[in-house]
């Protein structure tokens, strides 16, 4: 969901008349914002609308309006000197502030005018704060109405070292997570490497949106500074929210007591856990600290704490998770659904499901027997269509979110229409229960698991809720339901029930009354004389001017007024049943509300029943989602054969891109794949630039991920092990990291795949050593390769632009190497050489080399790095022929090389500023290229003389 505001009137709102010239100073002293300048915006709240000023109006205008026409500037100067603002109606400015917390990862603060302040404030005080991972204090403004689709967790980081752990190269990370949208907390312990690979991996399986962790020191130069910024770059990758809070708040004083209150129901005796019980107690010390949890009431006994097993999923990195597209990382709410793989498969009806199947992409399973539980469903429901339907369009389409539905009761904010929609689920669950127990199953054993995790559940619920709907329907009045008026029956309470009565009679009195004074004027009832409940007047008589002449000047009718619509007047015995009337009604509301309340307080004591309930619809709109999407894709999906780790090789027939097949404007092309363990594990895939290289290694990565989601895939036949981790490299024109610079970023993604990666994972990787300037890079690749291949013997797919890393195959027996192909052709007559991809990959290497790409070494290591310089220096040597002919191709000349050369050296040179090996960190991707190209147009003659290296160059 993206802000498309274009032009608003709300803009209009005149800040210059609604700001008093005090302000502007007020502004200019306020405190700097916390903890950083950037991050946060701050919002001015004026009573009927939010004023935004500074850098900060800058933003809004460039964000939400899409102008800067929008922009006043308060105070003298005008817009050289001004202060720059900018004024947002509620309804945008809420919608602003949500879109800031959950999309744009921003801080926001909303200051009120300080007390006593008229409109025409001056100084204001903060009055709401509110960070992703911590949304309580606007949670009620901002999403009582709205579902938020991702959960606000937020996590404390403590990192411990000794000295032991030291030498190893490793620490021990406590971490401490809260969701204070379900009252959940959470804490978990491990060893992690220098790099923290583990931390990332935690951070991903948990959607973390912001991260507590101790300041360094100001000079930042201990090895716990150095740690510090190396989690902080594993934070920014992941795109989580960094808070930095005192280390003196990480420590484990008084969070016994803390959790106890948080966790343990009021007058529980249960003895107290001691401090060795609670996980992580510094770490949940600071995370209580910061969300203030302990002092508010209202949370006491309400949280649960849980210990979180980092092994239980598959590990993914931040890589991965863009590389495979699974959820749309930057959260700008992509307009193509089949951009990610989220969007592709969500075809759930449901807002739990829709949430349940973000948190499965993010968590593949390991274990096997579960992998197969799910798959299995998803077949019952591929196989019987037509249950399948009804499930979808007649249940699930109408179920409500059971889990916003809960919170409202729980934080005592819910009302009779939430009571109702209880009870239309509720009504629901017979249907639900009879479809599902007449499925149709092509096999057997499925009847079972469908029993066990459906339908058994559901029963036991149904009989959980029967009571709800029998006090529903003792309580409620079901007949005005359809007029979406939710009323307490009168028959209910007694006290209402005579109020009631009492109302029906000052009502018949009225009419009475009525009939009389019709008859006295000789009036028809309704068509001349009106008796109406008026908004001012209450209730009276209403007359066509032309009519009311009758009343002539009779004293005994009271005239009220005259408007448009006719003339009003009462009598003395209307007005004594009027008065009678709205005094019982004012009464009747009076007891009903108490009573509402009691209703709604019978029905919160369902909401365990509810969340549960909430649960089992998520999965099961998720599983059919899974079975909708396998059997409406171009080419329905198969079931692949999943097997225990290491047990299998991956075989896949006919894989294709989910999401790229789907692209009405792409003819896929599939292929098959064999990563067959021992012979060919690791596969190295050259090809031109475009030829459909990424797209084949990253769709092995999204089948095998979706393989452990339970999910079907799309191929025609497959067969994979289960992976520990799918860890990915994507080189620096895909990447779209902000703060890191690309090359760094490169360096410390490629350097935690070395250390985290075991012979279960699967790696991709692609396009190493781009972006960069040495033949290092060459170098590099090379040795990480070797690393892989022949320590780790992961499963690992490689697109290369080296062509020289083809060689690998000759040195290790299990690295193959492949090639997509491309059909080159030369018009006759014509000195242009055209390429048509045809995106099949094909064993062997491909004639053609696409460039040499550079880089430098961050933190591999020692016998990585050794290697690479030394493989650098050898193609130094290949590269001035002293080395064996080159293998691959025969139209290489030693000319060719020398222009390439000299090509790189002077893109080299030109952005460089030292003449050294150079980190184009400042340097973006496209000026870059840009580069790269005015150094070819210089070559230019001497590129057009050599075929090789103008095929090379093609692309650019
Ligand atoms: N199997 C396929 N069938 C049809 N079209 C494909 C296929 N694979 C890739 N393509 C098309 O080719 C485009 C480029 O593919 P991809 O990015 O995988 O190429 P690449 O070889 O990795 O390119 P580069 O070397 O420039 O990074 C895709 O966006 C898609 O449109």
New binding site residues.
């Given amino acids: 969901m993206s802000l498309m505001y274009g032009k608003e009137k709300d803009a209009d709102h005149d800040i210059a008349h609604a700001s008093d010239p005090g302000f502007i100073s007020f502004f200019h002293k306020l405190p700097k914002k916390s903890p950083a300048e950037s991050g946060t915006v701050r919002l001015f709240d004026r009573n009927e609308f939010y004023s935004v000023h500074g850098p900060d109006a800058h933003y809004v205008a460039t964000h939400v309006f899409r102008t800067n026409s929008v922009l006043k500037y308060l105070g003298a100067g005008g817009k050289v000197a001004g202060l720059p603002s900018v004024t947002l109606s509620y309804t945008l400015g809420n919608q602003f502030l949500r879109e800031a917390l959950t999309v744009k990862q921003l801080r926001v603060e909303i200051w009120a005018p300080a007390p006593g302040q008229g409109k025409k404030a001056a100084k204001f005080v903060l009055q709401k704060e509110a960070s992703p991972g911590n949304l309580q204090a606007v949670e009620d403004l901002l999403f009582a109405n709205s579902d938020v689709l991702s959960a606000p967790i937020v996590i404390a980081i403590k990192i411990a070292s000794s000295a032991a752990a030291d030498k190893a190269k490793t620490k021990t990370v406590s971490v401490a997570y809260a969701d204070t949208s379900v009252r959940e907390l959470g804490a978990a312990e491990f060893v992690d490497n220098d790099l923290f690979s583990n931390t990332e991996s935690l951070i991903i399986q948990l959607s973390v949106k912001e991260a507590i962790i101790p300041t360094g020191t100001v000079l930042g130069t201990t090895d716990r500074d150095l740690d510090l910024n190396k989690l902080k770059a594993v934070l920014e990758r992941c795109g989580v929210v960094v808070t930095e809070r005192k280390p003196s708040e990480f420590t484990a004083k008084n969070v016994i007591d803390d959790i106890r209150k948080l966790t343990k129901p009021e007058g529980d005796m249960e003895e107290t856990p001691g401090e060795s019980s609670i996980p992580s107690p510094s770490a949940l010390s600071a995370l209580l600290t910061y969300l203030a949890l302990p002092s508010d009431p209202a949370n006491h006994g309400a949280y649960r704490l849980k210990t979180h097993d980092l092994a239980q999923y598959m590990r993914l990195d931040a890589s991965a998770v863009r590389a495979l597209a699974l959820v749309d990382f930057e959260g700008g709410g992509s307009i193509n659904k089949s951009a990610t793989l989220l969007g592709l498969l969500n075809k759930c009806k449901t807002a739990q499901g829709t949430r349940l199947l973000g948190t499965w992409l993010k968590q593949p399973l390991v274990n096997l027997h579960e992998i197969r539980k799910r798959q299995d469903l998803v077949e019952t429901f591929v196989d019987d269509s037509s249950t399948r339907r009804v499930v979808q369009d007649d249940y699930l389409k109408l179920m409500p979110d059971l889990h916003r539905l809960s919170k409202r009761f729980k934080k005592g904010v819910a009302s009779l229409e939430d009571v109702v929609r209880v009870y239309q689920v509720v009504l629901k669950m017979p249907g639900l229960l009879e479809t599902l127990e007449g499925i149709q199953y092509e096999q057997e054993a499925h009847r079972a698991l469908v029993e066990d995790v459906y339908l058994g559940p559901f029963r036991t619920l149904s009989t959980n809720l029967s009571k709800y709907s029998d006090m529903v329907e003792t309580t409620l009045d079901l007949a005005s339901l359809d007029t979406h008026t939710y009323t307490i029956k009168p028959e209910y309470d007694e006290g209402l029930q005579g109020l009631s009565e009492k109302l029906m009679e000052a009502r018949d009195g009225l009419d009475a009354e009525h009939r009389t004074v019709g008859k006295e004027l000789g009036l028809e009832l309704d068509k001349k004389l009106h008796l109406e409940n008026s908004a001012m007047y209450g209730y009276c008589f209403r007359l066509t001017k032309n009519d009311a002449k009758v009343l002539g000047k009779n004293k005994k009718y009271i005239e009220l007024g005259t408007i448009k619509s006719g003339v009003y007047f009462t009598t003395k015995t209307l007005k004594g049943l009027a008065t009678e009337y709205q005094e019982t009604h004012e009464e009747y509301q009076r007891a009903q509300s108490g009573l509402v309340k009691e209703v709604v307080s019978i029905a919160s004591t369902y909401t365990p029943v509810l969340e549960s309930l909430d649960h089992v619809l998520a999965h099961l709109d998720v599983i059919v989602s899974f079975a909708h999407v396998s059997v409406n894709a171009p080419e329905p999906y198969v079931k692949p054969t999943v097997l225990e780790k290491g047990e299998s090789s991956l075989i896949l027939k006919d894989a294709?891109?989910p999401c790229?097949e789907v692209?009405d404007e792409?003819?896929?092309?599939?292929?098959d794949v064999e990563m067959v363990k021992g012979e060919g594990e690791f596969q190295i895939i050259t090809?031109?630039?475009?030829?459909?290289?990424?797209?084949?290694i990253?769709q092995v990565g999204v089948i095998a991920l979706m393989a452990q989601t339970g999910c079907f895939v799309p191929c025609s036949s497959a067969t994979l092990p289960i992976f520990d981790s799918i860890l990915c490299r994507v080189?620096a024109?895909?990447s779209q990291l902000k703060g890191v610079s690309t090359f760094m970023a490169e360096m410390l993604e490629t350097a935690s795949i070395l250390r985290s990666a075991s012979k279960d994972s699967l790696i991709i990787i692609?396009?190493l050593g781009r972006g960069t300037s040495t033949y290092d890079g060459f170098g590099l690749a090379w040795a990480i390769s070797e690393h892989l291949a022949s320590k780790i013997r992961a499963f690992c797919l490689f697109?290369t632009?080296f062509h020289e890393l083809t060689a690998l195959d000759q040195e290790i027996p299990h690295v193959k190497n492949l090639h997509?192909v491309a059909h080159v052709g030369q018009e006759e007559g014509s000195q242009e050489r055209d390429i048509t991809?045809l995106?099949?990959v094909q064993p062997g290497v491909s004639d053609q080399s696409?460039g040499i790409h550079v880089a430098k070494l961050a933190n591999f290591p020692e016998n990585v790095v050794k290697l690479a310089k030394r493989k650098a220096d050898e193609l130094e040597d290949f590269a001035v022929g002293q080395h064996p002919e080159p293998q691959h191709s025969d139209e290489v000349t030693e000319e060719g090389i020398q222009i390439v050369e000299d090509l790189l050296r002077k893109w080299a040179q030109t952005s460089s500023t030292d003449g050294e090996d150079v980190i184009m960190e400042d340097v973006s991707p496209e000026a870059q290229l840009e580069e790269l190209r005015r150094c070819v147009e210089e070559l230019r003659p001497r590129i057009e003389g050599n075929a090789w290296v103008q095929s090379m160059i093609t692309?650019l």
């Fill in positions: 294709r891109h790229l692209q792409i003819s896929f092309i599939p292929n090809g031109p630039n475009m030829g459909g290289k990424s797209t084949y990253r080189g024109g895909d692609d396009e697109a632009h997509v991809l995106y099949q696409f692309s």
